[in-house]
């Protein structure tokens, strides 16, 4: 399994990016996939997930209604779309993926099996 993220960049408050995360061996039926994000000095931040079979996705709350989450199976390609961007939104995001997670350990960073190398998002005006 093979993870990279890409698509992250410098942006204005209020404005939006859209994530890349291009994956190999994860078969959307058997892998759970997700995003999260980590500030300098703070730990890893669960952001977003989708179970596999394209279950309805989950999302920390902060983000709820401004990031969106999705994954196009046909090109092995995990998304995250990011409106309304804040200062606090500023973090390295990676993209991680796993066969065995369960619905309660989304959250926790350690039960995830693949990372990304992770992409540097700034919202800075």
């Known amino acids: 399994v093979q993870l990279q993220a890409s698509g992250g960049g410098l942006v204005q408050p209020r404005g939006s990016l859209r994530l890349t995360c291009a994956t190999s061996g994860v078969t959307p039926d058997h892998y759970a996939t997700g995003w999260f994000r980590q500030a300098p000095g703070k730990e890893r931040e669960f952001v977003a997930a989708i179970k596999w079979g394209n279950s309805n996705p989950f999302y920390e709350d902060s983000v709820k209604g401004r990031f969106t989450i999705s994954r196009d199976n046909a090109k092995s390609t995990l998304y995250l779309q990011m409106n309304s961007l804040q200062p606090e939104d500023t973090a390295v995001y990676y993209c991680?993926?796993?066969?065995?997670?369960?619905?309660?350990?989304?959250?926790?960073?350690?039960?995830?099996?693949?990372w990304g190398q992770g992409t540097q998002v700034t919202v800075s005006s």
């Open positions: 991680t993926a796993s066969r065995t997670i369960i619905l309660s350990s989304l959250r926790v960073p350690s039960s995830w099996n693949y």
